[in-house]
Structure formats: structure tokens, C-alpha cells
């Protein structure tokens, strides 16, 4: 009989395996439907020895001490400042716009922050309530940058137009007046030293911790006994799809090696004009990596797919109250993560997300004792045993 089982090996379902299992001491049995853990943050070798991101560029960062402390006990880090650039006009400028975004496409020479900000200031557009994607944007620069950097990257990332999508979309990259090049603020900037896979590896390496890989959920649910589940997987897949499909954007990511040492001058060169793929990411920047070729991979969004993006919109927000609904009503399971919740968390955020669950679970479970209202797996595996020859 296990304790918990988690479905997921991603870092909410591998965060809370340990807590649960180092913590508690209780039994955890986590399975991933996919042939490894690590979820979307997987990472491997390729054939010519590249670490790559099998599901595209991840990137840690954080403002939070506390999260960055949590996953410091199984990773060593490597310092790295992650910096976008854009091919805009046939140029190559700095993404998040800054001071010398604007410098290199008009070749004006602002020098300073209110140079800039009035010169954005000239061009924004006043709107009254900013709830879209584009309202956000047009507001703080104007029509044109924003048809050159965002309307259509949008529209290929997407399938929507910016005035379809929630504010906090495009509000997630944000406008500098200075010239700060950096894609992200946050106080933490830094990559798993050996990469993501191995510091999951640490994570779930403990004596509580059985992993089951290619083991889907509803394969196993009734077969294999457990008190209570933490399901990171779709909230909408959970309950069959009752109140119909929450849409999740998907992407097909395109591997390849490069035989010359560097392809390009950033990690990330976004393509918000032109062709059908909306970033390249070349790995050797995240990694440190030293090798004579290099690997890259190109991101092309799709609708159909593994689901990576919740879709921020308020349809689908009033479909998911539905589901957190009937979520909240289910004994004995927590939904936790990027796909349970429906939200459009970044790594630490849902590490954050999943140490908060377990300071819920251990305020409302006593340690030890305790069996929970799970018995009906039991009676699922004798009816499974009964029935066999
Ligand atoms: P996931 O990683 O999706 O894990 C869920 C796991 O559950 C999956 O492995 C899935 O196979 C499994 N599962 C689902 N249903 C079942 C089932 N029925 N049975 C068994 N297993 C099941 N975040 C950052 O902080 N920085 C970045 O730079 C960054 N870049 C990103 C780039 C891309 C292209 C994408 C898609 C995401 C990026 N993210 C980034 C977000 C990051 O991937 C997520 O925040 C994080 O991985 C979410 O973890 P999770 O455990 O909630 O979900
Ligand atoms: N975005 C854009 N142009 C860019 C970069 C981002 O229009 O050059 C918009 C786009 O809608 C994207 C969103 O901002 O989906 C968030 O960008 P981010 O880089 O955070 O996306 P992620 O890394 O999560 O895919």
C-alpha cells in the first residue's frame, strides 16, 4: 500500500514525492505517463554528447530565497544572465525593448531614461481599462513597435490575436527605458549545474520514492493501492472531460546539431516577422558547455499535442472554475502544477506552488496514523487479483 501516488514526475509532482517521502516518511509511488521524470524540464545528451532541453529552453530564475534554498539540496548551480535578441526589420536588436532596441531600428541616440520615455510617451496609445494582451503593450509603446515585436509572435505562439489573450501574456515581458539587456529581473539567475535531469534524479532518490515510468494514470489508478493522489497532469483529463476540453497550446520542438563551435550570438534569437517557428535556442549559452559543434532547437506552436501552455483567456478561466470546482469536492487528491491549475507558471512558481501543498497537506493530515478514505484502491485490486484465471 502506498501512501500517496503522484501523477507527474515534473517539478510539481517530484517537489512534493520528497516532501511527502523525507518528511512525513510516508510511502510515494510516482509515475509519469512519459519514459522519464523531469517533466517539461527534462534535459539530455544528444548523440554527439549536447545537453539539450528535450522541451525547449528552460531557464531558472527566481525572486524567491526560499525556493531557490529548497532545490539548492539537490543541484549545484552555474551563474547564467539570460539575454533574447530579436530579428526585427531585418535587424537584430535587443527583446525586452530597451533604450538601445529603439536606438538600433529608428538610429536615433536617446541617452537617457526620459529621452526614452518620452519618446514612448509620443507614440503609446491611451487605453481605458487594460485587460488584453495588446491593450498592455500598445499602452506602454504604441502601435508600431508592437505590431513589429509582439502581434505576431503572438499570433504564431498562440493562434490568437494579442486582443484575445489575457494582459498577463505578453505583461511577462516587460519594456525598459534603460538599456538593460537582460530577458529577465528576478534576484536568482542561475542553471542546475549538471542540468535538470540530474537534479531531479537527487530529488526523487530516496528509499520512500518508487518511480514508474510509461505508467498513465488510469492505467494504474485501480490496479496499484494507494490512500490519496497528487495529480499534476490536465484538470480537464482528470474528470473526463466533463465540462468539455481546456485548451493547452503545444509546440514542436525541432533538435539539431550544428558542426561549428557557435551558431548565433545569444542564447535565444526571437522571430516575431518572420518564418513559421517563433524562437531558435542555442544550448552551449545555458549550459557552459564546451564542445566543437553545437545544438539547437527550433520552436514551432501547434495546436494539437503534449500540452505546455495553459491558454490565459476568460473563457477558459470561467471553464477551469469548473474543474477547480469539482477539484475541491474530491477527497484525497490535491491538484498541483502547470496543467492541474491551469496557470502559466515558470519552474520556481511551481515549486513554490508545490511546497505551499505540502505545508497544507502536513497542516491538515497527522503524521502516521491516519489512513485516509483511499480503501476503494484496495477493493479495485482484489476485484483485479479475483479476476484473474
Ligand atoms: P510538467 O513539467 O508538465 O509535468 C507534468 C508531468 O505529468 C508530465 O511529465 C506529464 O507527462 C505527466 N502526466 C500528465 N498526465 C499524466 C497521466 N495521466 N499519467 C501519468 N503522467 C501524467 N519555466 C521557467 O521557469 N523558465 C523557462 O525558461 C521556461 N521555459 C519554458 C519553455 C517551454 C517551451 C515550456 C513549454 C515551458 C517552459 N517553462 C519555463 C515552464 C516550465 O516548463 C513549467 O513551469 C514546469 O515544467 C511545470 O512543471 P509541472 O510539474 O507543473 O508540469
Ligand atoms: N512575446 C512576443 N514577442 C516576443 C516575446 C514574447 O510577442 O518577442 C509574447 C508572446 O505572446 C509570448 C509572451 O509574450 O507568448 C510571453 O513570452 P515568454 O518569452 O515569457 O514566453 P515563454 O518563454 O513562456 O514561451
Known amino acids: 500500500m502506498f501512501d500517496w501516488l503522484v501523477v507527474g514526475a515534473g517539478f510539481a509532482g517530484s517537489v512534493l514525492a520528497e516532501r511527502l517521502a523525507t518528511q512525513r516518511?510516508?510511502?510515494?509511488?510516482?509515475?509519469?505517463?512519459?519514459?522519464?521524470?523531469?517533466?517539461?524540464?527534462?534535459?539530455?545528451?544528444?548523440?554527439?554528447?549536447?545537453?539539450?532541453?528535450?522541451?525547449?529552453?528552460?531557464?531558472?530564475?527566481?525572486?524567491?530565497?526560499?525556493?531557490?534554498?529548497?532545490?539548492?539540496?539537490?543541484?549545484?548551480?552555474?551563474?547564467?544572465?539570460?539575454?533574447?535578441?530579436?530579428?526585427?526589420?531585418?535587424?537584430?536588436?535587443?527583446?525586452?525593448?530597451?533604450?538601445?532596441?529603439?536606438?538600433?531600428?529608428?538610429g536615433l541616440s536617446l541617452e537617457t531614461e526620459e529621452e526614452m520615455e518620452t519618446w514612448l510617451a509620443a507614440r503609446a496609445e491611451p487605453v481605458e481599462r487594460i485587460e488584453t494582451s495588446e491593450d498592455v503593450v500598445v499602452s506602454k509603446v504604441g502601435r508600431e513597435l508592437y505590431e513589429k515585436f509582439f502581434r505576431g509572435y503572438t499570433r504564431k505562439q498562440w493562434g490568437l490575436d494579442p486582443s484575445e489573450l489575457d494582459k498577463s501574456v505578453t505583461a511577462r515581458v516587460p519594456t525598459r527605458t534603460d538599456t538593460d539587456d537582460r530577458y529577465f529581473a528576478d534576484k536568482h539567475q542561475v542553471m542546475p549545474e549538471h542540468g535538470y535531469t540530474r537534479m531531479f534524479q537527487a530529488m526523487v532518490a530516496h528509499p520512500n520514492i518508487t518511480v514508474m515510468l510509461q505508467a498513465d494514470y488510469r492505467q494504474i489508478r485501480d490496479l496499484i493501492p494507494h490512500r490519496r493522489v497528487i495529480y499534476t497532469g490536465q484538470i480537464d483529463e482528470f474528470f473526463d472531460f466533463r465540462f468539455g476540453r481546456l485548451p493547452y497550446r503545444s509546440l514542436r520542438f525541432e533538435h539539431r546539431t550544428?558542426?561549428?563551435?557557435?551558431?548565433?550570438?545569444?542564447?535565444?534569437?526571437?522571430?516575431?516577422?518572420?518564418?513559421?517557428?517563433?524562437?531558435?535556442?542555442?544550448?552551449?549559452?545555458?549550459?557552459?558547455?564546451?564542445?566543437?559543434?553545437?545544438?539547437?532547437?527550433?520552436?514551432?506552436?501547434?495546436?494539437?499535442?503534449?500540452?505546455?501552455?495553459?491558454?490565459?483567456?476568460?473563457?477558459?478561466?470561467?471553464?477551469?472554475?469548473?474543474?477547480?470546482?469539482?477539484?475541491?469536492?474530491?477527497?484525497?487528491?490535491?491538484?498541483?502544477?502547470?496543467?492541474?491549475?491551469?496557470?502559466?507558471?515558470?519552474?520556481?512558481q511551481v515549486v513554490g506552488q508545490a511546497l505551499a501543498t505540502f505545508r497544507r497537506i502536513d497542516e491538515k493530515l497527522p503524521r502516521g496514523g491516519d489512513t485516509g478514505s483511499g480503501s476503494k484502491a484496495w477493493n479495485g485490486v482484489r476485484a483485479v487479483v479475483a479476476a484473474q484465471p
Open 25 to 106: 516518511g510516508e510511502r510515494v509511488l510516482l509515475i509519469d505517463r512519459r519514459p522519464h521524470i523531469g517533466g517539461n524540464a527534462y534535459d539530455r545528451y544528444n548523440e554527439q554528447g549536447l545537453l539539450i532541453h528535450e522541451y525547449g529552453p528552460h531557464i531558472f530564475h527566481t525572486n524567491s530565497d526560499m525556493v531557490l534554498d529548497h532545490l539548492s539540496q539537490f543541484t549545484t548551480w552555474r551563474p547564467y544572465t539570460h539575454r533574447v535578441l530579436g530579428s526585427v526589420d531585418g535587424r537584430l536588436v535587443p527583446i525586452p525593448i530597451n533604450r538601445t532596441t529603439v536606438n538600433r531600428l529608428y
Open 258 to 348: 550544428i558542426d561549428a563551435p557557435r551558431h548565433q550570438d545569444v542564447a535565444v534569437v526571437n522571430y516575431p516577422q518572420t518564418e513559421e517557428f517563433t524562437r531558435v535556442t542555442e544550448y552551449k549559452y545555458l549550459t557552459g558547455q564546451e564542445h566543437p559543434k553545437t545544438a539547437i532547437t527550433y520552436e514551432y506552436p501547434t495546436a494539437d499535442g503534449d500540452p505546455y501552455y495553459p491558454v490565459p483567456r476568460p473563457e477558459n478561466q470561467e471553464r477551469y472554475g469548473l474543474y477547480e470546482a469539482l477539484a475541491r469536492a474530491t477527497p484525497d487528491v490535491w491538484f498541483v502544477g502547470r496543467l492541474a491549475t491551469y496557470r502559466y507558471y515558470n519552474m520556481d
